[in-house]
């Protein structure tokens, strides 16, 4: 009797998501837009403007596919969706770009541009989170997350799609890197493994609100720094060093670092924390 009635919740539970997209097709989804925007990620080389045309003609029918099988989660019209995320594609393919650029200048362990596209986790991640943005934006939910949880499984980073990143975003190494929500990235910041920018409150009252760090233009963020709160403001052309906790906004030009000294007997505390703003 028990094992009719749980068969018969079961059902329910089917029939009330019956054609709701299974997330190995979401990541089929992702991993072909990647494949048309950079051929390192193909399966097929596409040769002819006609191959092209045809398989960027698939993927608006897959996107839509997608969509349709989401409408629970989609409230805007499908074919508006896929008409405008495909219209953000260029601008995508030239911001991920200058990701990628920013990734070889900033690691001397990079000996390419094609190897960061093709090997490294953060860029990884940062494509999964600019695409997944754009869906974000068309108030489309749960497949912008499954491409994002489809980056954090591979690489370790994770980068909430409604997170707010400007350009030549460098992420080194990265494993363990979170960010975000209602986290706004300015140009040209690079963080490396371990950082958070996280909220100070995870009340479900506060989902409406800013709850995430500001990090603007030009910081560097080292491995294991946390920063929290909504308020918080990373000022430009900051430096903050690994392991550090931050709630409080840090003016621009500035340095925060943890330093440990030995510990004597008369001291009071063993540990400094120290903050220097430099001139501007």
């Known amino acids: 009797m028990m094992h009719r009635a749980f068969l018969k919740t079961l059902l329910a539970r089917h029939q009330d998501c019956p054609r709701c997209p299974a997330p190995k097709e979401v990541q089929e989804f992702f991993m072909d837009i990647m494949g048309l925007l950079f051929p390192d990620y193909c399966e097929r080389k596409l040769t002819a403007e006609n191959e092209l045309e045809a398989y960027y003609e698939d993927l608006q029918q897959e996107l839509k596919t997608l969509l349709e099988r989401n409408s629970k989660h989609s409230p805007l019209p ?16 030239e911001k991920l770009e200058d990701d990628a650029d920013a990734i070889f200048k900033g690691d001397p362990a990079a000996k390419s541009k094609p190897e960061v596209i093709r090997t490294y986790p953060g860029f990884f991640a940062i494509a999964a989170y600019r695409i997944a943005h754009e869906l974000h934006l068309q108030k489309v939910q749960i497949i912008p997350r499954m491409i994002a949880e489809l980056a954090h499984s591979k690489s370790g980073i994770d980068i909430h ?13 990265g494993t363990g890197v979170v960010i975000g929500e209602t986290s706004v990235i300015g140009n040209d910041v690079k963080i490396y493994q371990g950082v958070t920018l996280g909220a100070l409150s995870v009340k479900k009252e506060d989902a409406e609100k800013k709850r995430h760090p500001t990090i603007e233009d030009h910081v560097v963020l080292y491995a294991g720094a946390t920063i929290l709160g909504g308020d918080t403001v990373i000022g430009r052309n900051s430096v903050i060093g690994g392991n550090v906790w931050i709630t409080k906004s840090v003016p621009a030009n500035s340095k925060v670092y943890y330093q440990a000294r030995l510990y004597h007997a008369a001291d009071d505390d063993p540990h400094l924390v120290l903050y220097s703003k430099t001139d501007e």
């Open 78 to 93: 499908v074919d508006d969706v896929v008409a405008q995320f495909f219209a953000a594609l260029p601008v995508v393919l």
């Open 161 to 173: 799609p409604g997170a707010h990143i400007g350009e030549r975003l460098c992420i080194d190494h």
